[in-house]
């Protein structure tokens, strides 16, 4: 159980172009979803919170109208990067939990395969 | 201070060997901590979670917390080298939905 999915895996495009990736949760609803970013030899950086039905909460630094994040049901949530650049370059890994999702759920990520974006 | 810190290695260790990978973290309040094995290339993926002093068994693993150090552990019994992976610690403060990730140490196990 558990799965969550995510797509594409690999993605180029040229400066300027936008790029959408997607997230579903397989065999369970996600009211919540993660998004995290992660450069070479870095940690995993939350980037932002999707919540289903409402609209995402950004992390300091993150700029949202840059990353468009819609999550429009309980199994999907999509990142669209905007006009993106070769400095948005990255490894962009969605994550989920089983549990309620409420701030006291203390159950685990689990994470998407990752999507690896090049800008060129 | 970073919230959650890990040496970065990279730790070697002979395969048979136990390795033995630590975590710091900062925020007292902290509920739920989470060890997960990233390959190269690859996302992260759950080995244990820990949520009360002590220890915890999974097989080759054993997950260790100390909340008064402030202090999380993760040793592996046997080493493989197919465990050769980046080790993160994850933290999740109680109260919040965020979870906040170390920067990962670099296991090698030598055949």
């Known amino acids: 159980g558990a799965v969550v999915s995510q797509h594409p895996s690999w993605v180029i495009c040229k400066s300027g172009t936008s790029v959408k990736i997607e997230c579903r949760s397989l065999d369970f609803q996600a009211t919540t979803m993660f998004w995290y970013r992660q450069f070479p030899k870095q940690s995993l950086m939350l980037m932002a919170t999707s919540n289903e039905g409402s609209k995402a909460t950004y992390e300091q630094g993150v700029e949202k109208d840059k990353f468009l994040i819609n999550h429009a049901s309980l199994t999907l949530s999509t990142l669209t990067v905007t006009s993106a650049h070769p400095e948005d370059s990255s490894f962009y890994i969605c994550?989920?939990?089983?549990?309620?999702?409420?701030?006291?759920?203390?159950?685990?990520?689990?994470f998407g395969n990752g999507t690896r974006l090049t800008v060129t | 201070q970073k919230e959650v810190e890990q040496n970065s290695g990279p730790l070697s260790v002979p395969e048979g060997a136990i390795a033995s990978l630590n975590c710091t973290y900062s925020d007292r309040v902290s509920q739920s901590f989470f060890w997960y094995r990233q390959y190269s290339g690859k996302s992260p993926e759950l080995i244990m979670s820990?949520?009360?002093?002590g220890d915890k068994e999974d097989g080759r693993f054993t997950a260790q917390l100390n909340k008064a150090s402030q202090y999380v552990s993760l040793l592996i019994r046997d080493s493989q080298p197919s465990d050769s992976a980046t080790y993160l610690c994850?933290?999740?403060?109680?109260?919040?939905?965020?979870?906040?990730f170390g920067i990962g140490t670099k296991l090698q196990v030598i055949p």
């Open positions: 820990i949520y009360s002093n």
């Open positions: 994550s989920a939990r089983t549990g309620t999702n409420s701030v006291n759920d203390n159950s685990p990520l689990h």
């Open positions: 994850a933290v999740k403060t109680g109260g919040y939905q965020k979870v906040t």
